[in-house]
């Protein structure tokens, strides 16, 4: 089978107007939209049955499109099936593993399967690369959850697939294992493989994702650079801590939509980071000075992802749409 | 031979699922093939020796020798069956199928390696009874290549039904529901421990509905050219049930049927 070397940086996945409808009615897909270039890490977040395993699944084979269409490298993944498919290395969510076979032979099948010729230097390589080469003989029911994951890895990435789609990786591993999966999504990403994954954990996104999607209801409500995503839609807060409370706002600082404690005892100015040398920091500071009001600490901070994602899931359909094109 | 071979197929996809499931029936040593010898061999005592020596020649054949087909036929239906459900169900079961949907294999690749392997299996299993028959009595094969092409496409034809099965099959009850509800009672039925001659005339007429009846007939006149019905009727009879069965599975793998909602 021909190997297709696609050029870094062009489209190497394209999703057109993707739907799905299942048979009793649920529409899991809509008109889903996306461009993906040849090396980068796109993390789709969305919350449970958004979509997002029905698009990697309608991608990979899985799940059959009501309609649209998917290029794989300029593929039609339903006319060319054959060379999309031998480019796809799938991850699936759930630990699914032929309890008794070796770790050796479940991944040389693997090879097998996509059209490749036996390379056991290959397989050495891959096995070697997720730590697995000690556990080659075993087989698979003796090995932990954190083991077979890895070994779910090798599977895909034993036919040297230009496109791995990782569906919740880390769901269910500890701390330790993530990172060290967040490590090897780096080793591959370095090799010009290109990683599509969902996740549940926003950190995951925010660690090694070039872009993010985001998926509800089926459709894709948002794509963005990862740092211009926060910039955009994140928000940065100064926190003031004053030496004496305050009873209430003088009408000097109205303008400013400062909020102020309970205990009037901290004033928060919530300000935007597009607006890029104007968010007004220093126009507050003088006017808590003209004011007399005097403070003994302050900090700032900004919304993490995981913030950004709960804003927009939970926006109205309208805002989010704002929210998109903004 | 194999990089001609991969131009028009993914031939290592064939053999990755064939080997797979040889592999399979290696790991089941015991259930595969020593379970069904022993029970074979279990019948000759009981219907060959114990029985048998006080049942007169049925059609010139003793009684022993005149159930080694049937035997073999018995066999190579249930394990066709068996060996193809199983072998398709359990990978849909465990969610591993989902490596073979995603792979760049057509269906007649995912049905020759499975398939494949379901009818090896059959058919070395119902030569390992043949040659345990040998122990028993004196065999004699009048047509070995007619006896060689029923059982391999007895065992084809049974293994692509036993793989549409295993497709349909949502749970381990259906698919087993089948081979004991249907098929064994079919096979006991259709002549294989005795010669519908033996039965009254609206049994007979009844019996020409059953189709193990051809298969046995088929083949138990490739060993002693006696059969119930012609052999050409039982040899386009069981490729015509093939071609169906090819057809079933066709239309399965386009429409995704129980495999890609």
């Known amino acids: 089978m021909a190997v297709i070397e696609p050029e870094v940086g062009s489209t190497i996945l394209s999703i057109q107007q993707l739907s799905k409808v299942y048979a009793g009615g649920f529409a899991a897909l809509k008109s889903v939209s996306l461009d993906i270039k040849a090396g980068e890490i796109i993390a789709l977040l969305g919350p449970n049955g958004a979509g997002k395993t029905t698009l990697i699944s309608t991608i ?7 309609s649209g269409r998917v290029l794989v490298a300029g593929h039609d993944i339903t006319t060319d099936y054959r060379i999309t498919r031998a480019l796809i290395g799938l991850v699936p969510q759930e630990l699914t593993t032929d309890s008794f076979e070796t770790v050796w032979n479940t991944v040389s099948f693997s090879r097998g399967l996509f059209g ?14 997720l730590s ?13 959850g954190g083991m077979k994951r890895r070994v779910l890895i090798a599977k895909a990435l034993s036919h040297e697939p230009r496109i791995l789609f990782l569906d919740e990786p880390t769901a269910g591993v500890d701390v330790s294992l993530r990172k060290d999966m967040w490590a090897i999504v780096s080793d591959l990403r370095a090799s010009g493989v290109t990683i599509i994954l969902t996740t549940h954990y926003i950190e995951e996104a925010e660690e090694i994702a070039d872009r993010i999607g985001v998926i509800n209801h089926g459709e894709l409500i948002l794509v963005e650079e990862k740092r ?13 801590e004053l030496f004496d409370p ?6 000097s600082l109205a303008p400013f939509g400062l909020e102020l404690s309970a205990n009037g005892l901290k004033l928060i100015y919530t300000f935007d980071t597009t607006e890029s040398g104007e968010n007004n920091i220093s126009s507050v500071l003088e006017a808590l000075r003209e004011a007399g009001i005097t403070f003994k600490d302050l900090h700032t901070s900004q919304s993490s992802l995981e913030e950004i994602f709960v804003g927009l899931v939970n926006q109205p359909a309208d805002g989010i749409a704002q929210g998109a094109a903004t | 031979m194999s990089t001609i071979l991969s131009r028009v197929m993914n031939y290592y996809a064939v053999l990755a699922i064939y080997k797979f499931e040889m592999a399979r029936m290696r790991r089941t040593l015991l259930q595969s093939i020593v379970t069904p010898v022993l029970t074979t061999s279990l019948y000759f005592i009981v219907f060959g020796a114990a029985i048998g020596s006080r049942i007169q020649e049925v059609g010139g054949v003793g009684y022993g020798a005149f159930i080694v087909p049937g035997l073999i036929m018995l066999s190579l ?5 068996s060996n ?11 969610g591993t199928v989902y490596e073979v949907l995603s792979a760049p294999v057509s269906t007649l690749e995912v049905v020759l390696g499975y398939v494949g392997a379901a009818a090896t299996k059959a058919i070395i299993l119902g030569l390992i009874i043949l040659a345990t028959a040998g122990f028993f009595i004196e065999l004699r094969i009048a047509h070995p290549i007619i006896m060689l092409l029923f059982i391999v496409l007895t065992a084809l034809s049974f293994s692509l039904f036993g793989f549409i099965l295993g497709i349909w099959a949502d749970n381990f009850e259906k698919l087993s529901i089948v081979p004991a509800l249907i098929i064994t009672p079919l096979v006991f039925l259709g002549g294989s421990f005795y010669s519908t001659d033996m039965l009254p005339p609206v049994w007979q007429s009844i019996s020409l509905m059953n189709p193990v009846l051809y298969l046995v007939s088929g083949l138990r006149w490739s060993f002693y050219e006696i059969s119930e019905v012609n052999v050409w009727v039982s040899l386009v009879g069981v490729s015509l049930f093939l071609l169906v069965c090819l057809g079933v599975v066709y239309a399965i793998f386009r429409t995704g049927y129980r495999l890609r909602p």
């Open chain 1, 246 to 251: 305050l009873e209430g706002l003088p009408n």
């Open chain 2, 84 to 94: 193809a459900s199983f072998g398709i169900y359990f990978p849909k079961f465990s």
């Open chain 1, 116 to 129: 490749r010729a036996p390379d056991p230097a290959h397989i050495e390589r891959v096995l070697r690369s």
């Open chain 2, 77 to 81: 239906l249930t394990n066709s069956i």
């Open chain 1, 228 to 240: 211009a995503l926060m910039a955009k839609l994140g928000k940065k807060q100064l926190e003031l």
């Open chain 1, 132 to 144: 697995l080469w000690d556990k080659k003989d075993n087989m698979l029911r003796t090995l932990s």
């Open chain 1, 60 to 66: 990979c084979g899985l799940v059959q499109p009501s």
